[in-house]
C-alpha cells in the first residue's frame, strides 16, 4: 500500500504568496484530516472531512485558510496570503468512517514562510 | 483539551522494558484508551488501544487500571527505533477526532 501521500515535502516561499498543499488518502478511507504541527502549539487538527464533505473546520486558523476535498481521492489544503507564523509541518491523515478508527498519517509538508 | 497527563520525557535502556504512564481521571465509561507513538520527522502512528481490559499486539501491551484512571503503555524490549513522541488519548468511539496533548518524549539509550 502506498500510504497516505502529500506533496510537496517542502515548500518555502515568501509572505503573501499563495500556498497549497495536497493530499492523496489511502483509497477506500474516507475521513480525511488536516493537522499543523508547530513546536510551541504541539499537533492541532485543523479540519477533517467524512465522505468528502467538511465536518469541523474549528481549527483552521483563519480565513487565509481553506480546505478542499473534491473527490475521495484528493484534498487541498490553501493558505492565501501566507505569513510567517504559517511556518511549521501539515500533516494529512486517513481513515475509514466512523469514531475510534484508527487514523493513517502521511509524511507531512514542511512550510516555511520568509 | 487534551484529557490526559504523561510526563514530559523518559530514558530507557536498550533491550529494557519501556513502561510509559499516563493518568486521565476524568476519563468517561464510553471512552477508550488509545496510544499513537511520532518518529522525529514522520507522521504519528497508531500503537494500540483499549477500554478496560488489557490489551497487548505486536507493538505494545496496554495496562488499565480498574478504575480506568490511568493506564502504562510497555514496549517489552525497546530498541533505538523506539526513540519517540508517544501520545496517550482518550477518546470515544462517537470520535473522529483525535486531540492530541504534549506526550512522552521517550529516549532509548544504547
Known amino acids: 500500500d502506498a500510504g497516505v501521500i502529500q506533496s510537496p515535502r517542502h515548500e518555502v516561499t515568501e509572505m503573501g504568496q499563495e500556498v497549497t498543499l495536497r493530499c492523496k488518502p489511502i483509497s477506500g478511507h474516507n475521513s480525511l484530516f488536516w493537522y499543523r504541527q508547530t513546536m510551541m502549539r504541539g499537533l492541532e487538527l485543523l479540519i477533517y472531512f467524512n465522505n468528502n464533505v467538511p465536518i469541523d473546520d474549528s481549527g483552521m486558523p483563519e480565513d487565509r485558510f481553506s480546505a478542499k476535498m473534491p473527490n475521495a481521492s484528493f484534498s487541498t489544503l490553501k493558505i492565501q496570503p501566507s505569513e510567517p507564523r504559517d511556518s511549521a509541518v501539515y500533516f494529512c491523515?486517513?481513515?475509514?468512517?466512523?469514531?475510534?478508527?484508527?487514523?493513517?498519517f502521511g509524511p507531512g509538508t514542511r512550510l516555511t514562510v520568509l | 483539551d487534551a484529557k490526559t497527563t504523561q510526563p514530559t520525557s523518559m530514558d530507557c535502556a536498550e533491550g529494557r522494558a519501556a513502561n510509559l504512564p499516563c493518568n486521565h481521571s476524568t476519563i468517561s465509561g464510553n471512552e477508550y484508551v488509545y496510544w499513537y507513538r511520532q518518529i522525529h520527522s514522520q507522521g504519528p502512528q497508531y500503537i494500540i488501544h483499549?477500554?478496560?481490559n488489557n490489551e497487548t499486539n505486536e507493538m505494545a501491551s496496554l495496562i488499565i487500571t480498574e478504575d480506568r484512571k490511568s493506564s502504562t503503555l510497555i514496549l517489552p524490549h525497546a530498541t533505538l527505533r523506539d526513540t519517540a513522541v508517544y501520545y496517550c488519548i482518550v477518546r470515544s468511539l462517537r470520535d473522529d477526532k483525535i486531540i492530541f496533548g504534549k506526550g512522552t518524549r521517550l529516549h532509548i539509550l544504547p
Open positions: 483499549g477500554l478496560k
Open positions: 491523515a486517513s481513515s475509514f468512517y466512523g469514531g475510534g478508527n484508527e487514523q493513517f
